[in-house]
Protein backbone atom coordinates (compact mmCIF):
# COMPACT_ATOMS: atom_id res chain seq x y z
CA UNK A 1 0.00 0.00 0.00
CA UNK A 2 1.10 3.65 -0.96
CA UNK A 3 0.89 5.85 1.78
CA UNK A 4 1.01 9.75 0.50
CA UNK A 5 3.76 11.75 1.31
CA UNK A 6 5.89 8.82 2.72
CA UNK A 7 8.35 6.34 0.72
CA UNK A 8 6.45 3.34 -1.20
CA UNK A 9 6.47 0.56 1.34
CA UNK A 10 6.33 -2.92 -0.93
CA UNK A 11 4.80 -6.04 0.26
CA UNK A 12 6.30 -9.17 -1.01
CA UNK A 13 3.56 -10.37 -2.99
CA UNK A 14 3.65 -6.79 -4.65
CA UNK A 15 7.20 -6.82 -5.23
CA UNK A 16 7.24 -10.50 -6.77
CA UNK A 17 3.96 -8.95 -9.41
CA UNK A 18 6.43 -6.13 -9.72
CA UNK A 19 9.72 -8.17 -10.53
CA UNK A 20 7.89 -10.13 -13.03
CA UNK A 21 6.35 -7.45 -14.75
CA UNK A 22 9.95 -6.21 -15.19
CA UNK A 23 11.28 -9.36 -16.10
CA UNK A 24 8.24 -9.47 -18.87
CA UNK A 25 9.10 -6.43 -19.36
CA UNK A 26 12.85 -6.34 -20.30
CA UNK A 27 12.77 -9.84 -21.53
CA UNK A 28 9.18 -10.68 -23.59
CA UNK A 29 6.72 -13.69 -22.92
CA UNK A 30 9.41 -16.15 -23.74
CA UNK A 31 12.87 -16.66 -23.71
CA UNK A 32 15.94 -18.93 -25.27
CA UNK A 33 18.57 -19.89 -22.96
CA UNK A 34 21.25 -22.73 -23.41
CA UNK A 35 23.08 -24.64 -20.58
CA UNK A 36 24.29 -27.87 -19.25
CA UNK A 37 21.61 -29.75 -17.16
CA UNK A 38 22.28 -30.48 -13.25
CA UNK A 39 20.77 -31.77 -10.38
CA UNK A 40 17.77 -32.95 -12.44
CA UNK A 41 14.77 -34.41 -10.26
CA UNK A 42 11.27 -35.53 -11.37
CA UNK A 43 8.42 -34.75 -8.54
CA UNK A 44 5.89 -37.57 -7.47
CA UNK A 45 3.27 -35.09 -9.48
CA UNK A 46 5.15 -35.03 -12.74
CA UNK A 47 6.85 -32.29 -12.67
CA UNK A 48 10.36 -31.59 -13.34
CA UNK A 49 13.32 -29.34 -11.68
CA UNK A 50 16.78 -28.62 -12.54
CA UNK A 51 19.51 -26.18 -12.98
CA UNK A 52 20.72 -24.91 -15.76
CA UNK A 53 24.63 -24.33 -15.65
CA UNK A 54 27.14 -22.48 -18.05
CA UNK A 55 29.54 -25.07 -19.64
CA UNK A 56 31.74 -22.81 -20.52
CA UNK A 57 32.23 -20.77 -17.38
CA UNK A 58 36.27 -20.58 -16.92
CA UNK A 59 35.95 -17.70 -13.42
CA UNK A 60 37.09 -18.50 -10.55
CA UNK A 61 33.69 -18.83 -8.48
CA UNK A 62 31.02 -21.27 -8.70
CA UNK A 63 29.57 -21.63 -12.07
CA UNK A 64 26.19 -19.53 -12.26
CA UNK A 65 23.16 -21.34 -12.58
CA UNK A 66 19.62 -21.04 -12.97
CA UNK A 67 16.67 -23.15 -11.46
CA UNK A 68 14.12 -24.70 -14.56
CA UNK A 69 10.87 -25.65 -13.82
CA UNK A 70 9.29 -28.22 -16.24
CA UNK A 71 5.75 -28.47 -15.19
CA UNK A 72 3.89 -32.12 -16.46
CA UNK A 73 1.67 -30.67 -18.76
CA UNK A 74 4.67 -28.53 -20.16
CA UNK A 75 7.09 -32.24 -19.93
CA UNK A 76 4.34 -33.81 -21.67
CA UNK A 77 4.60 -31.70 -25.06
CA UNK A 78 7.73 -31.69 -24.92
CA UNK A 79 8.09 -35.53 -24.46
CA UNK A 80 5.71 -35.90 -27.39
CA UNK A 81 8.36 -33.63 -29.60
CA UNK A 82 11.05 -35.23 -28.81
CA UNK A 83 9.70 -38.93 -29.58
CA UNK A 84 8.59 -37.35 -32.87
CA UNK A 85 11.94 -35.95 -33.42
CA UNK A 86 13.59 -39.65 -33.34
CA UNK A 87 14.16 -40.37 -29.61
CA UNK A 88 17.72 -38.82 -29.93
CA UNK A 89 17.38 -36.63 -26.85
CA UNK A 90 16.58 -37.12 -23.17
CA UNK A 91 16.70 -34.92 -20.37
CA UNK A 92 19.38 -35.81 -17.76
CA UNK A 93 22.27 -34.03 -16.10
CA UNK A 94 25.44 -33.34 -18.06
CA UNK A 95 23.17 -33.01 -21.44
CA UNK A 96 24.06 -29.64 -22.77
CA UNK A 97 20.38 -28.20 -24.11
CA UNK A 98 18.69 -24.82 -25.55
CA UNK A 99 15.12 -24.57 -23.92
CA UNK A 100 12.66 -21.71 -24.05
CA UNK A 101 10.43 -20.73 -21.17
CA UNK A 102 8.92 -17.30 -19.29
CA UNK A 103 11.27 -16.26 -16.40
CA UNK A 104 9.41 -15.44 -12.92
CA UNK A 105 9.73 -15.32 -9.49
CA UNK A 106 9.57 -18.30 -7.65
CA UNK A 107 7.41 -17.13 -4.76
CA UNK A 108 8.41 -19.88 -1.90
CA UNK A 109 12.11 -18.69 -2.45
CA UNK A 110 12.25 -15.62 -3.82
CA UNK A 111 14.18 -16.74 -6.78
CA UNK A 112 14.44 -16.05 -10.63
CA UNK A 113 13.09 -19.37 -12.00
CA UNK A 114 12.39 -20.19 -15.71
CA UNK A 115 9.72 -21.79 -16.25
CA UNK A 116 10.16 -24.11 -18.90
CA UNK A 117 8.31 -24.98 -22.29
CA UNK A 118 9.83 -26.23 -24.92
CA UNK A 119 13.76 -27.58 -25.97
CA UNK A 120 15.54 -27.24 -29.07
CA UNK A 121 16.64 -30.91 -29.76
CA UNK A 122 18.97 -29.78 -32.83
CA UNK A 123 21.34 -27.62 -30.57
CA UNK A 124 21.88 -30.36 -28.35
CA UNK A 125 22.77 -32.69 -31.07
CA UNK A 126 24.76 -30.24 -32.61
CA UNK A 127 26.98 -29.53 -29.65
CA UNK A 128 27.33 -32.93 -29.30
CA UNK A 129 28.28 -33.35 -32.96
CA UNK A 130 30.54 -30.75 -32.21
CA UNK A 131 32.44 -32.00 -29.37
CA UNK A 132 32.73 -35.45 -30.97
CA UNK A 133 34.24 -34.21 -34.19
CA UNK A 134 36.70 -32.19 -31.89
CA UNK A 135 38.00 -35.14 -29.48
CA UNK A 136 37.96 -37.51 -32.96
CA UNK A 137 40.70 -35.09 -34.10
CA UNK A 138 42.65 -34.79 -31.33
CA UNK A 139 42.48 -38.47 -31.25
CA UNK A 140 43.30 -38.84 -34.69
CA UNK A 141 45.95 -36.01 -34.59
CA UNK A 142 47.91 -38.31 -32.00
CA UNK A 143 47.58 -41.82 -33.16
CA UNK A 144 45.17 -42.38 -30.74
CA UNK A 145 42.49 -43.42 -32.95
CA UNK A 146 43.72 -46.51 -34.45
CA UNK A 147 46.26 -47.51 -31.46
CA UNK A 148 43.66 -50.19 -29.95
CA UNK A 149 42.89 -51.58 -33.94
CA UNK A 150 46.73 -52.54 -34.25
CA UNK A 151 46.74 -54.83 -31.25
CA UNK A 152 46.50 -58.45 -32.55
CA UNK A 153 43.51 -60.77 -31.41
CA UNK A 154 44.32 -63.63 -29.12
CA UNK A 155 43.50 -66.98 -31.32
CA UNK A 156 41.54 -68.26 -27.98
CA UNK A 157 40.14 -65.32 -25.84
CA UNK A 158 38.71 -67.17 -23.25
CA UNK A 159 38.81 -64.81 -20.44
CA UNK A 160 36.64 -61.88 -20.77
CA UNK A 161 36.95 -58.48 -19.12
CA UNK A 162 33.11 -57.35 -19.17
CA UNK A 163 32.53 -53.59 -18.46
CA UNK A 164 29.48 -52.68 -17.54
CA UNK A 165 26.59 -52.37 -14.92
CA UNK A 166 26.58 -54.89 -13.27
CA UNK A 167 22.34 -56.36 -13.18
CA UNK A 168 21.44 -54.18 -16.46
CA UNK A 169 20.35 -55.99 -19.35
CA UNK A 170 23.38 -55.58 -21.51
CA UNK A 171 25.14 -56.86 -18.21
CA UNK A 172 23.02 -60.32 -18.40
CA UNK A 173 22.82 -60.36 -22.35
CA UNK A 174 26.68 -60.30 -22.36
CA UNK A 175 27.23 -63.09 -19.86
CA UNK A 176 23.95 -65.37 -21.81
CA UNK A 177 25.75 -65.02 -24.90
CA UNK A 178 28.95 -66.54 -23.42
CA UNK A 179 27.53 -69.19 -21.71
CA UNK A 180 25.24 -70.45 -24.23
CA UNK A 181 28.37 -70.88 -26.67
CA UNK A 182 29.06 -74.23 -24.02
CA UNK A 183 32.96 -72.63 -24.94
CA UNK A 184 34.91 -72.45 -21.33
CA UNK A 185 34.85 -68.71 -20.86
CA UNK A 186 35.90 -66.94 -17.69
CA UNK A 187 34.45 -63.32 -17.35
CA UNK A 188 36.19 -60.81 -14.74
CA UNK A 189 32.96 -58.09 -14.39
CA UNK A 190 34.12 -54.81 -13.38
CA UNK A 191 30.96 -52.66 -11.95
CA UNK A 192 30.49 -48.93 -13.08
CA UNK A 193 27.60 -46.44 -14.18
CA UNK A 194 26.96 -45.85 -17.93
CA UNK A 195 25.04 -42.76 -17.86
CA UNK A 196 24.80 -39.42 -16.28
CA UNK A 197 27.86 -37.26 -15.56
CA UNK A 198 30.69 -38.88 -13.29
CA UNK A 199 29.87 -42.24 -15.83
CA UNK A 200 32.73 -41.14 -18.24
CA UNK A 201 35.55 -40.92 -15.32
CA UNK A 202 33.88 -44.74 -13.78
CA UNK A 203 33.80 -46.57 -17.57
CA UNK A 204 37.70 -45.09 -17.68
CA UNK A 205 38.75 -46.50 -14.41
CA UNK A 206 37.17 -49.88 -15.40
CA UNK A 207 38.83 -50.27 -18.87
CA UNK A 208 41.87 -49.46 -16.79
CA UNK A 209 41.20 -52.05 -14.19
CA UNK A 210 40.21 -54.93 -16.37
CA UNK A 211 42.81 -54.46 -18.51
CA UNK A 212 45.40 -54.56 -15.94
CA UNK A 213 44.17 -58.11 -14.91
CA UNK A 214 45.22 -61.56 -16.96
CA UNK A 215 42.47 -61.27 -19.22
CA UNK A 216 42.34 -61.45 -23.10
CA UNK A 217 40.06 -59.19 -24.55
CA UNK A 218 38.10 -56.30 -23.28
CA UNK A 219 33.96 -56.03 -23.45
CA UNK A 220 32.62 -52.39 -22.59
CA UNK A 221 28.73 -52.91 -23.20
CA UNK A 222 25.41 -50.63 -22.13
CA UNK A 223 22.11 -50.97 -23.50
CA UNK A 224 20.22 -49.21 -26.04
CA UNK A 225 18.52 -45.83 -25.22
CA UNK A 226 18.28 -41.80 -26.29
CA UNK A 227 21.60 -40.18 -28.10
CA UNK A 228 22.05 -38.26 -24.97
CA UNK A 229 22.00 -41.07 -22.69
CA UNK A 230 25.61 -42.33 -24.29
CA UNK A 231 27.23 -39.03 -23.40
CA UNK A 232 29.58 -41.34 -21.43
CA UNK A 233 31.17 -43.13 -24.54
CA UNK A 234 31.69 -39.72 -26.20
CA UNK A 235 34.19 -38.40 -23.53
CA UNK A 236 38.11 -37.95 -23.80
CA UNK A 237 38.26 -40.73 -20.35
CA UNK A 238 36.81 -43.16 -21.92
CA UNK A 239 38.30 -42.70 -25.58
CA UNK A 240 42.22 -42.22 -23.89
CA UNK A 241 41.37 -45.65 -21.39
CA UNK A 242 40.63 -47.72 -24.64
CA UNK A 243 43.28 -46.02 -27.02
CA UNK A 244 45.88 -46.54 -23.50
CA UNK A 245 44.67 -50.59 -22.84
CA UNK A 246 46.81 -53.19 -23.97
CA UNK A 247 44.52 -55.39 -24.49
CA UNK A 248 41.72 -55.80 -27.80
CA UNK A 249 38.38 -53.45 -26.72
CA UNK A 250 35.28 -54.53 -28.13
CA UNK A 251 32.46 -52.25 -27.72
CA UNK A 252 28.38 -53.36 -27.45
CA UNK A 253 26.15 -49.84 -26.97
CA UNK A 254 23.03 -50.63 -27.68
CA UNK A 255 22.32 -47.81 -30.67
CA UNK A 256 21.48 -48.36 -34.33
CA UNK A 257 22.65 -45.39 -35.92
CA UNK A 258 25.35 -43.22 -34.89
CA UNK A 259 28.66 -44.59 -33.19
CA UNK A 260 30.21 -43.04 -30.21
CA UNK A 261 33.66 -41.73 -29.85
CA UNK A 262 34.48 -45.40 -28.03
CA UNK A 263 33.13 -47.64 -31.05
CA UNK A 264 36.33 -45.22 -33.12
CA UNK A 265 38.56 -45.86 -30.89
CA UNK A 266 38.03 -49.85 -29.89
CA UNK A 267 39.22 -52.78 -31.85
CA UNK A 268 35.71 -53.51 -32.94
CA UNK A 269 32.35 -52.19 -32.31
CA UNK A 270 28.64 -53.89 -32.37
CA UNK A 271 25.65 -52.81 -32.39
CA UNK A 272 24.51 -54.57 -28.68
CA UNK A 273 26.05 -56.43 -25.80
CA UNK A 274 24.91 -59.90 -27.58
CA UNK A 275 26.61 -58.97 -30.66
CA UNK A 276 29.80 -57.94 -29.06
CA UNK A 277 29.83 -60.97 -26.91
CA UNK A 278 29.04 -63.37 -29.90
CA UNK A 279 32.23 -61.86 -31.49
CA UNK A 280 34.34 -63.10 -29.26
CA UNK A 281 32.80 -66.48 -29.20
CA UNK A 282 32.97 -66.54 -33.10
CA UNK A 283 37.03 -65.80 -32.47
CA UNK A 284 37.07 -68.42 -30.34
CA UNK A 285 34.91 -71.20 -32.84
CA UNK A 286 37.03 -69.96 -35.88
CA UNK A 287 40.25 -70.91 -34.11
CA UNK A 288 38.48 -74.03 -33.49
CA UNK A 289 37.33 -74.76 -36.60
CA UNK A 290 40.78 -73.92 -37.91
CA UNK A 291 42.05 -76.32 -35.54
CA UNK A 292 40.13 -78.88 -36.48
CA UNK A 293 40.40 -78.34 -39.86
CA UNK A 294 44.51 -78.59 -39.68
CA UNK A 295 44.28 -81.65 -37.55
CA UNK A 296 41.92 -83.13 -40.65
CA UNK A 297 44.65 -81.99 -43.01
CA UNK A 298 47.61 -83.62 -40.58
CA UNK A 299 45.74 -86.82 -40.85
CA UNK A 300 45.33 -86.93 -44.55
CA UNK A 301 48.77 -86.09 -45.12
CA UNK A 302 49.85 -88.70 -42.56
CA UNK A 303 47.53 -91.74 -43.95
CA UNK A 304 48.92 -90.50 -47.37
CA UNK A 305 52.38 -90.38 -46.76
CA UNK A 306 51.86 -94.02 -44.25
CA UNK A 307 50.23 -95.41 -47.71
CA UNK A 308 53.48 -94.13 -49.38
CA UNK A 309 55.99 -94.86 -47.23
CA UNK A 310 54.10 -98.78 -46.51
CA UNK A 311 54.22 -99.51 -50.29
CA UNK A 312 58.20 -98.06 -50.44
CA UNK A 313 58.91 -100.36 -47.14
CA UNK A 314 56.97 -103.37 -48.96
CA UNK A 315 59.53 -102.50 -52.31
CA UNK A 316 62.59 -102.60 -50.15
CA UNK A 317 61.73 -105.26 -48.13
CA UNK A 318 61.36 -107.53 -51.49
CA UNK A 319 64.53 -106.62 -52.46
CA UNK A 320 66.20 -106.73 -49.31
CA UNK A 321 64.80 -110.43 -49.23
CA UNK A 322 66.15 -111.33 -52.48
CA UNK A 323 69.78 -109.99 -52.00
CA UNK A 324 69.64 -112.07 -48.25
CA UNK A 325 69.07 -114.91 -49.99
CA UNK A 326 71.48 -114.70 -52.22
CA UNK A 327 73.78 -113.46 -49.38
CA UNK A 328 72.91 -116.75 -47.41
CA UNK A 329 73.64 -118.82 -50.43
CA UNK A 330 76.72 -117.77 -50.38
CA UNK A 331 77.55 -117.62 -47.07
CA UNK A 332 76.04 -120.70 -46.44
CA UNK A 333 78.76 -122.78 -49.27
CA UNK A 334 81.61 -121.20 -47.22
CA UNK A 335 80.10 -122.15 -44.24
CA UNK A 336 80.08 -125.85 -45.74
CA UNK A 337 83.67 -125.42 -47.05
CA UNK A 338 85.34 -123.93 -43.99
CA UNK A 339 83.02 -126.63 -41.57
CA UNK A 340 84.43 -129.51 -44.02
CA UNK A 341 88.58 -127.65 -42.98
CA UNK A 342 87.74 -127.48 -39.38
CA UNK A 343 86.25 -130.98 -38.60
CA UNK A 344 89.20 -132.13 -40.83
CA UNK A 345 91.88 -130.37 -38.69
CA UNK A 346 90.38 -131.42 -35.69
CA UNK A 347 90.55 -134.65 -36.56
CA UNK A 348 93.51 -134.52 -37.15
CA UNK A 349 94.16 -132.83 -33.73
CA UNK A 350 92.55 -135.48 -31.93
CA UNK A 351 94.88 -138.12 -33.43
CA UNK A 352 98.07 -136.73 -32.98
CA UNK A 353 97.14 -135.84 -28.62
CA UNK A 354 96.16 -139.82 -28.37
CA UNK A 355 99.32 -140.70 -29.61
CA UNK A 356 101.43 -138.27 -27.04
CA UNK A 357 99.03 -139.69 -24.35
CA UNK A 358 100.27 -142.97 -25.52
CA UNK A 359 103.89 -142.05 -25.31
CA UNK A 360 103.95 -140.51 -22.69
CA UNK A 361 102.12 -142.91 -20.46
CA UNK A 362 104.78 -145.39 -21.58
CA UNK A 363 107.06 -143.17 -20.48
CA UNK A 364 105.10 -142.33 -16.71
CA UNK A 365 104.37 -146.05 -15.81
CA UNK A 366 107.81 -146.99 -14.57
CA UNK A 367 108.50 -143.89 -12.35
CA UNK A 368 105.02 -144.25 -10.74
CA UNK A 369 105.23 -147.20 -10.00
CA UNK A 370 109.04 -146.10 -8.21
CA UNK A 371 106.76 -143.34 -6.40
CA UNK A 372 104.17 -145.88 -4.92
CA UNK A 373 107.16 -148.95 -3.63
CA UNK A 374 108.37 -145.54 -1.57
CA UNK A 375 105.40 -144.39 0.05
CA UNK A 376 104.24 -148.16 0.53
CA UNK A 377 107.38 -148.51 2.91
CA UNK A 378 107.01 -145.21 4.07
CA UNK A 379 103.32 -145.96 5.84
CA UNK A 380 104.59 -149.04 7.18
CA UNK A 381 107.38 -148.04 9.25
CA UNK A 382 105.18 -145.17 10.67
CA UNK A 383 102.62 -147.77 11.10
CA UNK A 384 104.93 -149.40 13.58
CA UNK A 385 105.87 -146.31 15.30
CA UNK A 386 101.93 -145.39 15.54
CA UNK A 387 101.44 -149.17 17.35
CA UNK A 388 104.12 -148.99 19.29
CA UNK A 389 102.59 -145.87 21.13
CA UNK A 390 99.19 -147.07 21.21
CA UNK A 391 97.85 -146.40 25.55
CA UNK A 392 96.78 -150.13 24.97
CA UNK A 393 100.38 -151.32 24.55
CA UNK A 394 101.58 -149.56 26.66
CA UNK A 395 99.41 -150.90 29.58
CA UNK A 396 99.75 -154.44 28.26
CA UNK A 397 103.24 -153.66 29.36
CA UNK A 398 102.78 -152.91 32.81
CA UNK A 399 102.15 -148.87 32.71
CA UNK A 400 99.61 -147.49 33.89
CA UNK A 401 97.53 -143.94 33.85
CA UNK A 402 96.83 -141.73 36.81
CA UNK A 403 93.89 -138.80 36.38
CA UNK A 404 93.52 -136.30 39.28
CA UNK A 405 89.26 -135.69 40.34
CA UNK A 406 88.83 -133.15 37.48
CA UNK A 407 90.21 -136.17 34.49
CA UNK A 408 93.56 -134.64 34.10
CA UNK A 409 97.13 -136.54 34.10
CA UNK A 410 98.47 -136.15 37.57
CA UNK A 411 101.86 -133.70 36.85
CA UNK A 412 103.77 -133.26 40.22
CA UNK A 413 104.05 -129.25 39.12
CA UNK A 414 100.37 -129.29 39.91
CA UNK A 415 100.15 -132.21 42.69
CA UNK A 416 96.49 -133.36 44.31
CA UNK A 417 95.85 -132.80 47.70
CA UNK A 418 95.40 -135.12 50.72
CA UNK A 419 91.87 -135.94 50.42
CA UNK A 420 91.97 -135.82 47.01
CA UNK A 421 89.89 -138.86 44.51
CA UNK A 422 92.16 -140.18 41.92
CA UNK A 423 91.73 -142.99 39.17
CA UNK A 424 94.75 -144.96 37.97
CA UNK A 425 93.89 -146.97 34.43
CA UNK A 426 95.53 -150.44 33.89
CA UNK A 427 95.51 -153.23 31.83
CA UNK A 428 91.88 -154.17 31.93
CA UNK A 429 90.39 -151.49 34.54
CA UNK A 430 90.61 -148.70 36.87
CA UNK A 431 91.72 -148.20 40.08
CA UNK A 432 89.75 -145.40 42.21
CA UNK A 433 91.66 -144.11 45.30
CA UNK A 434 91.74 -141.45 47.76
CA UNK A 435 95.34 -139.40 48.42
CA UNK A 436 96.58 -140.15 51.86
CA UNK A 437 99.84 -138.15 51.32
CA UNK A 438 101.91 -136.45 48.22
CA UNK A 439 105.74 -137.53 48.43
CA UNK A 440 107.84 -135.60 45.68
CA UNK A 441 110.70 -137.46 44.26
CA UNK A 442 113.96 -135.89 45.04
CA UNK A 443 115.96 -134.25 42.20
CA UNK A 444 119.28 -135.00 41.60
CA UNK A 445 121.80 -132.13 41.38
CA UNK A 446 124.71 -132.04 39.19
CA UNK A 447 128.36 -131.02 39.68
CA UNK A 448 127.32 -127.26 39.59
CA UNK A 449 124.88 -127.24 43.06
CA UNK A 450 126.45 -126.32 45.79
CA UNK A 451 126.01 -129.15 48.69
CA UNK A 452 122.98 -127.81 50.93
Known amino acids: MLVPGAEPTWSVAELHDAVNGLLGHA ?35 QRPQLAVAL ?42 QLRMS ?9 VMGRERDQLLAALAADGSL ?63 AVDGTEVDVVLVVRGGGARTDLLAFDTE ?40 AAAVVALVRRTSTELHDLRAQI ?21 AGRGAQRHLGRDAQLLDHLSGRIASGARRQLDEGHAELGRRRVRLAPVARRGLDTVDAS ?43 IVTTVAGGTVVAIVDEVTPTPTATTGDEEPS
Not at 118 to 126: E, F, N, V, Y
Open 146 to 208: ARNGRIDLPAVPLHVGLVTSVGSAAHADALGELRASGLGFRVTVVDTRTQGPVAGSMVAAGIR
Open 299 to 319: DAATRGRLVRATDQLDRLSAR
Open 118 to 126: WIDPDHTLG
Open 379 to 421: LTSLTARVRAQDPEVLLARGWTITRDQRGRAIDLADPPAPGDR
Open 71 to 112: FSRERMAVNRYLTRRGGSIRMGDGVRVRIRGRLAIYEARSTI
Open 237 to 276: PVARAIAGASRPVFTGIGHEIDRTVADEVAHSSHKTPTAA
Open 27 to 61: FGDEIWVEGELCNFTRSANGHVYFDLVDPDHAGPH
